[in-house]
């Protein structure tokens, strides 16, 4: 969870759809029931403290008769939630990139070098492929990344949200940010108020996931039953009163609104925070240094949230590939045996990343539509432990010391319920009128996908299929001479 990866692609859509106020109050709605997910799922979490998978939690909060169908969703919606995580992250990357290099090269009204489509997806495909590179030949390079991104990320986050608003050479009043409300049907199309207000809050309900993150490192964490709860409701936290700070320090900065999207400004209308950015810096200093030293900062979060979901998305795969989930799951599943890496499962990862990724050359809405599928599947996997644990009964559940005792059911009620809203919401179209290079593909392509898997379960994979298989299980398999799928030859 990152102030810039979430906020920065998506917050100038939404705030064309309604104006600032709806922007602002919709983080502040959007908190309050992720609230509702996270603490459903740091009760499951201290009740699963050795075992941080959503996967895992499925399969057995759903018991032995509902706990095969119940993993094989939740581990195929994380698989493609994650898979679409990268490409937001490359598409936002190379969206960065593109106002960096249109600056650098003296902005769009000097002359300045505009990347045109082509090279916009060589950008998306070259970042996918360099995390795909870091991801099978250098786990010690990412390691020390990682630390650097943290830190990254707090100091950059930091230097953006106090500079900025002390910069701009004025500042919007706070009647403008907190109840200024304006609609902009001449360019979206989209007439309804509350039409336009649900589609402003995507910006939030893309942002605010991610803590699920806290619980798969509970495995190595003491006191994991109290501790993993901790991690995922103050990261919740953090992430509530930053990502706002963070919103209001680029919407108290607008200059002009309606210059922000003008196609003949300075970053051609593209990215309207590297336009806030430019504008802020260019009328203090009459130079647009600082606006791409400041982008470079939020490019970086970009390349480090790749990266990192890169290894996430991997791991997964591998996991499914391991239980014998994915088709050739033999490929998938193999580990390199010097580096320890599912390098296989890397590079499908980067492969399926990359065709998401193709319609860059034709539509004008393709993160629109990633961020729709990485939305859908990540929040989605939340969905089928929650549903699991609000159903089953409650002298069936193990609890741990983070216990909602007569809270769970209701809790769960309004978290599963918000996630079944997110999901739909982020299947709507997003412009108007719907043509070949607005149209969101998202709807088409999960359900294509989605049911081709489930097609697989009831045809083939319900007779088979158990579930999460155990390390010990493959230990044993490994040294007793086993088939390779868990079974030990006696």
């Known amino acids: ?73 939740c581990a195929w919606l994380e698989a493609i939630g994650l898979i679409a995580g990268i490409g937001t992250q490359a598409y936002a990357g190379s969206q960065v990139l593109q106002s960096i290099i249109l600056l650098c090269t003296g902005t769009n009204k000097g002359g300045g070098y505009l990347a045109p489509r082509w090279l916009f997806l060589v950008m998306y495909l070259g970042l996918t492929f360099i995390w795909a590179v870091f991801n099978t030949f250098a786990l010690e390079v990412i390691a020390f ?50 039409y336009a207000v649900v589609l402003s809050l995507l910006v939030s309900q893309y942002s605010l996931y991610g803590y699920d993150a806290a619980a798969h490192l509970t495995e190595e964490t003491k006191g994991a039953d109290k501790n993993g709860p901790i991690a995922i409701l103050s990261s919740i936290g953090i992430i509530t009163v930053f990502g706002w700070v963070y919103i209001l320090a680029l919407t108290f900065s607008i200059q002009d609104f309606g210059y922000l999207y003008d196609p003949a400004n300075e970053t051609a209308g593209t990215f309207v925070p590297a336009q806030i950015l430019y504008d802020a810096f260019h009328g203090r200093y009459g130079s647009s240094t600082g606006a791409i030293v400041l982008l470079f900062i939020i490019w ?20 499914l590939s391991r239980d014998r989930g994915v088709p050739f799951s033999s490929v998938w599943r193999k580990i390199h045996p010097t580096r320890k890496v599912p390098g296989n499962a890397v590079w499908l990862c980067a492969a399926v990343c990359a065709l998401l990724g193709l319609p860059i050359l ?37 609890p741990g010391p983070f216990y909602l005792r007569g809270a769970s059911r209701p809790v769960c009620l309004v978290a599963f319920l918000w996630i079944c809203y997110t999901c739909s919401v982020f299947l709507l179209p997003t412009v108007y009128p719907i043509k070949m290079d607005t149209f969101n593909y998202a709807p088409i392509a999960l359900g294509v996908v989605l049911g081709l898997i489930m097609l697989w379960w009831v045809v083939d994979a319900r ?10 299980d493959e230990q044993i398999d490994h040294n007793a001479g086993g088939d390779g799928n868990g079974n030990v030859k006696v």
């Not at 104006?19 to 699963?48: D, K, N, Q, R, Y």
């Not at 939690?57 to 759903?62: K, N, S």
């Not at 949200?161 to 200024?180: D, G, N, R």
């Not at 393709?366 to 609000?390: D, K, L, N, Q």
């Open 1 to 73: 969870m990152t102030l810039f990866t979430g906020i920065t692609p998506l917050y100038g859509s939404s705030l064309q759809y309604a104006g600032p106020a709806s922007l602002v109050w919709g983080w502040v709605v959007v908190s309050f029931f992720t609230w509702f997910v996270g603490i459903a799922m740091a009760e499951i979490c201290s009740s699963f403290p050795t075992t941080g998978s959503l996967y895992f939690w499925a399969a057995h909060l759903a018991g032995p008769v509902w706990g095969p169908l119940a993993s094989w969703c």
């Open 145 to 194: 990344l990682d630390v650097i991104s943290m830190w990254w990320q707090v100091v950059g986050g930091t230097v953006i949200v106090i500079m900025l608003p002390l910069v701009a050479k004025t500042t919007q009043p706070a009647s403008y940010v907190f109840t200024h409300f304006e609609t902009t049907p001449e360019v979206t199309g989209i007439s309804s108020g509350a």
């Open 300 to 319: 970086g979060s970009f390349f480090f949230g790749g990266l990192s979901i890169t290894t996430s998305a991997a791991r997964v795969v591998y996991a």
């Open 362 to 398: 034709w539509i004008n809405v393709v993160f629109t539509a990633i961020t729709s599928i990485a939305t859908i599947g990540w929040v989605g996997g939340y969905a089928v432990p929650i549903f699991a644990r609000m159903v089953m009964r409650e002298e069936d559940f193990r």
């Open 463 to 472: 007779k088979w299929f158990t579930g999460p298989v155990r390390n010990i």
